[in-house]
């Protein structure tokens, strides 16, 4: 894994991987609290420009149907129907599918006037960044309402939201007991009844952030947060940026304050995850989005197992653990053990050589080392830089069934390609007895 400074780690035997995450219970509560639309009133201030637009069952509708049908660019604002009494009048166009909810057209239609005429969609929690391929511009960017509706309408990870947002979620504890008694009576319900009126309950809205022209992707972070203590940081773009690493401790610094003054003892949760974007001079940070504490969060330049097995200030911990000696090259050509302190230090007769830009890179000071968390960029070795040929967000295209499967191992996966081969077969023989018949 990418690392964002050269320490030589000596680490004691680790026990064997789990089979599963060791995941604590992922609550509805928290999903919704990391609803864009319930932590932005608290704050609107340390967000960029963005306005919400709260949406209606029709307009969901929409968006839940097969298919992709956009209204005309210049509908009217009426319902009249035109007199087509014409030889063509067999020749008739799909209906407006904004009829339905022509005040949210409109709204979107005048929330992109309010932001300079250019917006990013997103829903409560996701943006439709997996479906920028469709459009006419590669991005996000969106001058339209129709530009908005192509992108929501393609996206997976929009559909997400909208179908299996509380996927793999408990109810929480404080619910349990008014809803044991409703269960008893309506014991007989649908499941699929059951799901889709939790999902009426969720207030959906649609965020239209302003576009900014000189946005930089290189000075986006994600910053995990365990038991109201910052756990870790990383990149969000997975591409290698020389200039970041000379501002590690000024991105460090500013990312800590910024935390500990508006997010530490504020957000409703002790876990959960928050995206920022530091500008330079590097002081202001700006909060992009705060995503929940679970599995479905793309943990970037870690993996999960490791997130849950670090050590951190909750734990007594300054961030190394048990059995660990890390040494550590400074700009002297000197080497020191953080365990013992400063006082055993081994001078080297010359100092080693500035020239290389390798060096340059490996050159980090005390005052990184000392960081409870650890900062990971992409280096320039890293794989991740140079993956040009994988489609970006391509791991989350595989269907619900297989990673279900993959879950259980290998022999889970080898039950899903029986069924799989059962069901071909089936369909082979249909199709042989329908053309014999």
């Known amino acids: 894994m990418p690392i ?15 089979l599963r995450l060791p995941f604590p219970p992922v609550n509805r509560s928290h999903i919704i609290n990391c609803s864009y639309h319930s932590w932005y009133p608290k704050y609107r201030s340390l967000t960029p420009k963005a306005r919400l637009i709260p949406l209606t069952h ?47 057209h409109a709204k979107i239609k005048s929330t992109i006037a309010e932001l300079d005429g250019s917006v990013m969609p997103k829903l409560n929690w996701s943006a439709p960044k997996d479906a920028t391929w469709i459009a006419a511009t590669n991005s996000m960017e969106c001058r339209t ?31 349990d007991a008014s809803e044991t008694s409703s269960q008893t009576t309506n014991s007989e319900e649908d499941p699929l009844e059951e799901h889709n009126n939790e999902l009426s309950k969720i207030p959906y809205h649609l965020i239209l952030r302003k576009t900014v022209p000189n946005w930089n992707p290189a000075l986006e972070f994600r910053c995990f947060v365990r038991s109201r203590h910052l756990l870790c940081i990383c990149q969000r773009d997975l591409n290698h940026y020389s200039f970041l690493l000379p501002l590690l401790p000024k991105l460090r610094s500013s990312i800590q ?15 959960f995850v928050f995206d920022v974007y530091v500008p330079g001079p590097y002081e202001r940070v700006w909060l992009v989005d705060i995503n929940p504490w679970a599995p479905r ?56 050589s500035s020239s290389s830009s390798s060096e340059e890179e490996m050159d980090i000071s005390q005052e990184d080392l000392s960081t409870p968390f650890e900062f990971r960029l992409v280096n ?21 069934d297989v990673v279900d499967a993959s879950a259980d191992g290998e022999a889970g996966l080898r039950e899903f390609m029986g069924t799989w081969r059962e069901i071909i077969a089936r369909q082979e023989r249909e199709e042989r007895e329908d053309d014999e018949g």
Request: charged share 30%; proline share 11%.
């Open 58 to 104: 029709e307009f969901l509708s929409y968006l839940r149907a097969d298919g992709i049908r956009l209204p005309p660019e210049d509908a009217p604002q009426n319902n009249t129907v035109s007199d087509s009494s014409g030889p063509d009048s067999d020749d008739e166009e799909p209906p407006d599918p904004s009829l339905a909810w022509r005040n949210i």
């Open 145 to 175: 309402p129709n530009d908005i509706y192509l992108l929501l309408k393609s996206s997976d990870f929009i559909t997400h939201d909208l179908e299996q947002v509380f996927h793999d979620c408990e109810d929480d504890d404080s619910s």
């Open 380 to 400: 320039r070795d890293d794989p991740e830089a140079y993956s040009f040929n994988t489609p970006q967000y391509s791991a989350h295209k595989l269907p619900r």
């Open 4 to 18: 964002a400074h050269a320490d030589l780690v000596a680490r004691s035997p680790s026990p064997e991987a789990p």
């Open 257 to 271: 304050d910024f935390f500990n003054k508006n997010l530490k003892e504020s957000f409703p949760d002790e876990n």
């Open 297 to 352: 969060t793309d943990p970037l330049l870690f993996s999960w197992l490791e997130i849950l097995n670090m050590r951190g200030c909750e734990q007594g911990s300054s961030g190394v653990d048990e059995g660990v000696i890390r040494l550590s090259l400074n700009g002297n050509g000197i080497l020191s053990n953080d365990r013992d302190g400063p006082n055993p230090q081994i001078h080297e007769e010359e100092p080693p």
